[in-house]
């Protein structure tokens, strides 16, 4: 069993930054294999993948529709995953959610965080 918990969420105004964390917690030989995920989910909309980072961190692959915009990265001793997201926009408003599987490249996340709020005021 792994657990997320996801923090950094807030208001901010367009053209701001924020850095979003995932913390996982569970058996280490677990976690520590882990493929992670950002997703978020718009007022209305479908729920939508961000960003996902290998579990060596050595790959990653970013939505076209933040592509220069966010990045995401880990730390694998402290099985954390970072979004770091520049240049906001009223569209990125939505809750974001951290995902994680031990499957590379997974179609369907097993675990999932709580979420948290990302505003973007314009």
């Known amino acids: 069993q792994v657990q997320l918990v996801e923090s950094g969420g807030g208001l901010v105004q367009a053209g701001g930054s924020l850095i979003l964390t995932c913390a996982a917690s569970?058996?280490?030989?677990?976690?520590?294999?882990?493929?992670m995920a950002w997703f978020r989910q718009a007022p209305g909309k479908g729920r939508e993948s961000v960003a996902t980072i290998s579990w060596r961190g050595t790959e990653q692959h970013i939505a076209d529709s933040v592509k220069g915009r966010f990045t995401i990265s880990r730390d694998g001793a402290k099985n954390t995953v970072f979004l770091q997201m520049s240049s906001l926009k009223p569209e990125d408003t939505a809750v974001y959610y951290c995902?994680?599987?031990?499957?590379?490249?997974?179609?369907?996340?097993?675990?999932w965080g709580q979420g948290t709020q990302v505003t973007v005021s314009s």
């Open positions: 569970g058996r280490t030989s677990t976690t520590s294999t882990l493929t």
């Open positions: 995902a994680a599987d031990q499957t590379a490249w997974p179609s369907e996340y097993e675990w």
